[in-house]
């Protein structure tokens, strides 16, 4: 990937005003997104006299920067416990849906086979039909998933945008590979682990940022299903403190109160940084990984 | 055979032969052959119909009188379609399904074009460092939640906000574009803007890096100007996909998204955020009225699905590919 431009020999001369617009638009863009996570960083990061004195968020550098802010949200035990709540879900979420994920497309990518049809379609079906809320309510309730941590998790396990991506990417995968596999004589389960999965890392590394993502970011099957708020996750924590600004309901004798901005910044900071690290090592798979979904679909 | 030879399966993705068809073998033969894929795919097989088709089948609780403590699903009397009558006199879910349909024809307007206008000010960079720098930029707000946005976009625009904290500050009085309903649909749809149009672009990107440079050559030799050629060869070659995109938004035209407007709602009042899943959650789990709640959410599933597969067969009649899948 070089800098360098390339324009065609065709290609006129850009010209002054054009190259202004466009310039400007891109910064006018980058700042939209960037500047609110400048000073909601930046005021997660300054001293509670600072953000006193300033009345709000802060926008100018120059007062210093200290983790006050960062030290007294791990001293929060509702904070604290939510964040290893919400780690442990995305962990465990993840790789249950990576693994289920990847079997069933792997399954599905095998037209022909015994029970493929019926597979297909119970997965397909899903981008048109939905139980509607109530009644996954009412089933998880009577599964006795209340107050249960796997009611964060088994509802929304498996995405079928995910499998139909895995399924695409699988069935792109050469036939002759197949072939020469089964004359050596490997049986599916080793196909898939040593020559399939391999080959698959980069959508497979889409898929799981996707997974990852909507289990860190998940509150509302949390706020359904989980009464007792020290089950809660940092999502949820988040709505209630920032967005609500309220205290957590019946939390378990311990201070609940919304704390101050500069804390409540570092909570929305804590939240975004797992997207703001692993992103980076997976954009550049989205445009494949996305639209082989989008297309094959 | 050596794996260097399929290095890059995506590149082929496109045009992969078509698999052989295996012949049809007695159901028993093909059993003993295909159990292992019949064991992975158990699991998800497991979870989908755990989670997603048996409650399906729980929509019967909108056409029943549904005791939840005394009767259950299966002992509560059937009541036919009295809850779907009650639904279509309540006013409180004409304005749900008003706010739901002003919202999605609001965002048809001044969302649907921005992710295409994006992608096309993409494209046109030259430089590949900036255009991938923007890039990530523009698709990081994806991958927050609703909750982060919102709490973004209260720390800029809401009444203890940055922007009225400014306006304060010299002299003027604040602003709070957070609880205001009449702007309400203003709010939302930059929300929209702001999270997903980025991300939104990137099927546009693809579109257009599909299109033959050839073309733009012909036609600059034959002294067509950057605008002609926008007009007459870019823009015709992601029309597919701006066509199947513009069906399918149709066909989706009744879901605006659940968490945005749930987390607003107290803020700005029922009156302008109640849309058609918020009605469901406050009319069935909040009063506990779940199979009134039920029946119209069963409304929404059924109209929803019409308009999609109507959405579809539309977009075969245009000659487009027809796609059952959100893209």
């Keep these: ?297 | 055979m050596s794996t260097t030879t399929i290095e890059s399966p995506a590149a082929a993705a496109g045009d992969a032969p078509p698999r052989a068809p295996q012949p049809k073998a007695h159901w028993l033969t093909r059993l003993r052959r295909d159990w292992p894929l019949l064991l992975m795919a158990a699991p998800m097989m497991l979870l989908v119909w755990g989670f997603w088709w048996i409650p399906t089948l729980g929509n019967v609780v909108a056409f029943q009188d549904y005791k939840p403590y005394t009767g259950g699903i299966l002992g509560s009397r059937l009541v036919g379609f009295t809850h779907f009558q009650l639904l279509f006199s309540d006013p409180e879910f004409t304005r749900a399904l008003v706010n739901t349909l002003s919202i999605t024809a609001f965002q048809l307007v001044f969302y649907f074009p921005v992710p295409i206008a994006l992608a096309l000010l993409m494209h046109s960079l030259v430089s590949e460092r900036l255009r991938s720098m923007l890039q990530s930029i523009v698709y990081l707000p994806y991958f927050f939640s609703w909750v982060l946005v919102i709490a973004i976009f209260q720390q800029m625009l809401g009444g203890a906000g940055l922007l009225s904290q400014t306006l304060r500050g010299a002299g003027f009085e604040g602003v709070d574009w957070m609880t205001n309903p009449d702007t309400f649909i203003l709010l939302v749809t930059s929300q929209a803007i702001w999270k997903e149009a980025g991300f939104g672009a990137i099927i546009f990107l693809a579109a257009l890096a599909a299109i033959d440079p050839n073309l733009y050559e012909a036609a600059a030799v034959d002294g067509a100007g950057r605008w002609r050629r926008l007009w007459h060869i870019t823009l015709p070659g992601i029309r597919p996909v701006i066509v199947l995109l513009l069906i399918l938004r149709l066909g989706d035209a009744l879901n605006v998204g659940f968490e945005q407007f749930f987390l607003q709602r107290s803020a700005v009042g029922s009156q302008a955020s109640e849309v058609f899943d918020t009605f469901v959650y406050y009319s069935g789990i909040r009063t506990g009225d779940f199979d009134y709640g039920a029946a119209a959410g069963l409304f929404k599933g059924v109209v929803g699905l019409v308009l999609i597969l109507a959405a579809n067969k539309a977009a075969h009649l245009l000659g487009e590919r027809g796609v059952y899948s959100k893209s």
Excluded: C
């Excluded at chain 1, 995305?90 to 990847?102: E, F, P, Y």
């Excluded at chain 1, 079997?103 to 509607?132: I, N």
């Excluded at chain 1, 799981?208 to 970011?217: P, R």
């Design chain 1, 1 to 297: 990937m070089s800098a360098k431009a390339k324009r065609a020999a065709w290609e006129e001369k850009p010209t002054v005003a054009g190259q202004t617009a466009k310039g400007a638009s891109i910064v006018v863009i980058a700042l939209l997104i960037l500047f609110p996570l400048y000073t909601i960083a930046l005021t997660s990061l300054s001293s509670a006299e600072t953000v006193q004195r300033v009345g709000g968020l802060v926008v100018w550098p120059g007062d210093g920067i200290t983790f006050e802010a960062y030290e007294q949200m791990f001293r929060n035990p509702v904070v604290l416990r939510s964040l290893v709540v919400s780690l442990a879900v995305t962990a465990v979420g993840t790789v249950v849906s990576v693994l289920v994920s990847i079997l069933g497309a792997y399954s599905l990518s095998k037209p022909g086979s015994f029970g493929h049809k019926t597979v297909l379609f119970s997965v397909l079906m899903m981008f048109v039909v939905f139980p509607g809320l109530i009644p996954v309510y009412l089933w998880v309730s009577a599964l006795g998933l209340r107050d249960n941590y796997l009611a964060m998790i088994l509802p929304m396990a498996v995405s079928a945008f995910n499998v139909v991506v895995l399924r695409a990417f699988f069935m792109s995968l050469p036939q002759e590979l197949f072939d020469s596999a089964r004359i050596d004589g490997a049986g599916e389960f080793r196909v898939l682990w040593q020559i399939v999965a391999p080959l698959s890392k980069a959508v497979i590394a889409v898929v799981t940022l996707f997974y990852a993502v909507a289990y860190w970011n998940s509150w509302f099957n949390a706020f359904l299903y989980l009464d007792d708020t020290s089950k809660w996750p940092l999502a949820l924590v988040l709505r209630t403190y920032v967005v609500e600004s309220a205290p957590l309901p019946q939390a378990s004798g311990l201070s609940s109160a919304p704390p101050t901005l500069a804390v409540k910044m570092a909570i929305v900071m804590v939240a975004i940084v797992p997207a703001l690290v692993i992103y980076p090592f997976v954009q550049k798979h989205f445009k494949k990984g996305v639209i082989i979904g989008a297309v094959k679909g």
